[in-house]
């Protein structure tokens, strides 16, 4: 990983962010059908935030760092919004908007850093990299993922069940079987992040 922070933080939540930004897509499309409105782009430091929560974290003064993995002919987070943005049309640059990014709020301390794939190894590779490079890092206590599971969890699965320093948290659409993590359902806190409301589905 090129730009690495000088040193990690306790909590880092690894993003494939091609697969997230496309799933985000794909939940807006079907529950805009289904609700028969319009919704809004996913709230990023909303998502974030339940995402932690999710994987352990309690209120207060936590030091998280995001990392983002992302192709080169993605350069941008397109479904998702910055509240400091007031153009909903306005896309999320990984690099002039997102990269090196703090936020505070109740759950902790927010560093957004964003990571390019190279041109010399294939966005899967480079995921389980750098899950490796994580998993392995004994400053590390609490490692959350967010991959896609369908193209490589076989092999992601497998790297948890080797041994590691921090607690593993993957976040998955269905559960899975495997050992050397937990796991959370990942559409809850992207749902929440698109305002999608628990009446609303269940009137």
Known sequence: MKNNPNTWAPHVILVDADYLDGLAFDLTVNFERMLERRLPKADLCHWINCVALDGGLERGDNTVQVHFLHTKAKPCLDYFRLTCFHDENHKLAFEADLNDTPFVDPVGRFTLFTFPVED???????????????????????????????????????????????????YTMEPCVGRGFDQQILAYSLMSALGIRGEELNP
Do not use: K, W
């Open 120 to 170: 010399i190894v294939s966005r899967q590779d480079f995921f389980l990299q750098s899950f490796t490079m994580l998993s392995q890092a004994q400053s590390i206590e609490n490692l959350m993922v967010v991959g896609d599971m369908l193209e490589y969890g076989d092999q992601l699965r497998q790297l948890c069940a080797q041994p590691h320093a921090p607690r593993v948290t993957l």
